[in-house]
């Protein structure tokens, strides 16, 4: 059973910074790849930004040098650096990972920025 626990949510001002957690239940080199969606009210789920097993990574356009995505293989961690956030980058924030045919999702974590 694959668990994703996300962490680390909260409230910034804009401009300001955030980073957010995920924590897997076992070898994040056992996935495909993981990566951070995000969903905001009224919207459909939209990849942020996405690192394979061989640390390849690729962002959204719209966080392309704001957000990175590095990770801690020795923790099985992975994380979401989000810098210069904007009043658009409120939503909730979800974990995915992905192996062979199966993808997994933690329980999200909320993102407000305010103006």
């Known amino acids: 059973q694959v668990q994703l626990v996300e962490s680390g949510g909260g409230l910034v001002q804009a401009g300001g910074s955030l980073r957010l957690s995920c924590a897997a239940s076992?070898?994040?080199?056992?996935?495909?790849?993981m990566g951070w969606h995000r969903q905001a009210p009224g919207k459909e789920r939209e990849l942020v930004a996405r690192?394979?097993?061989?640390?390849?990574?690729n962002y959204a356009d719209f966080v392309k040098g704001r957000f990175t995505i590095p990770r801690d293989t020795a923790q099985n961690m992975v994380y979401l650096q989000m810098n210069s956030l904007k009043p658009e980058d409120p939503a909730v924030y979800y974990c995915?990972?992905?192996?062979?045919?199966?993808?997994?999702w933690g329980q999200g974590t909320q993102v407000t920025v305010s103006s």
């Open positions: 995915n990972a992905d192996r062979n045919r199966d993808s997994y």
């Open positions: 076992g070898s994040i080199f056992s996935f495909n790849g």
């Open positions: 690192i394979i097993v061989t640390g390849r990574t």
